[in-house]
């Protein structure tokens, strides 16, 4: 079954971060449900990009949104669907493992961007759940922005550890994207 979010504006943090610290489920290890959120119109608050770019230590007078900028207002969309009644367990004690972004062309800070998000996979592994979540930025139908991250709820599987060295995933210059 798929749960689809829509807003006109993104979730308050405040307000989610308050929710996940009292919601409680189950710890055990669940199937997670297909969820999408979707923010149609997203303006660039410029005094927000301006802190978090001196923050970040961006340049504050570039007309271009950082790379990594898109994930803030992204952020509070993920958070509603770990959110959601019909995902099996809180957000709170995962762990983010893994993020990986593209950019397929310089976003301008004055641009309206609608954002998508989805639980698009998830797979057990030897120290607990995996879940990843895609996001897209797109302009008037454009995508100039995606991410995939992934984060773990950790727990017991039936997933024995792999006999050798761990492999790792080869790093990618950023420059080379």
Not at 65 to 71: E, F, G, K, N, S
Not at 81 to 109: A, E
Not at 121 to 138: P, Q
Request: glycine share 4%; with cysteine; hydrophobic share 35%.
């Amino acid at each position: 079954m798929l749960n689809e979010l829509h807003f006109q504006r993104p979730p308050s943090m405040p307000g989610l971060l308050l929710r996940a610290a009292i919601t409680r489920k189950p710890s055990a290890m669940a199937p997670v449900p297909s969820l999408t959120a979707q923010l149609e119109e997203l303006s660039i608050d410029a005094q927000h990009l301006a802190r978090y770019s001196k923050v970040c230590g961006f340049d504050t007078d570039s007309d271009y949104l950082p790379a990594t900028y898109p994930h803030m207002p992204a952020f509070s969309l993920q958070m509603e669907m770990l959110l959601h009644k019909s995902f099996p367990f809180s957000p709170i004690g995962m762990v983010h493992t893994r993020n990986s972004i593209s950019q397929f062309r310089p976003i301008h800070r004055e641009e309206k961007l609608a954002l998508s998000c989805a639980v698009s996979d998830s797979r057990t592994t030897e120290i607990g759940l995996e879940v990843d979540i895609t996001t897209e930025a797109t302009i008037k139908g454009e995508k100039v922005w995606s991410e995939l991250t992934t984060v773990l709820k950790r727990g017991k599987t039936s997933v024995k550890p792999a006999k050798g060295p761990k492999k790792h995933a080869p790093m990618q210059d950023f420059a080379e994207r």
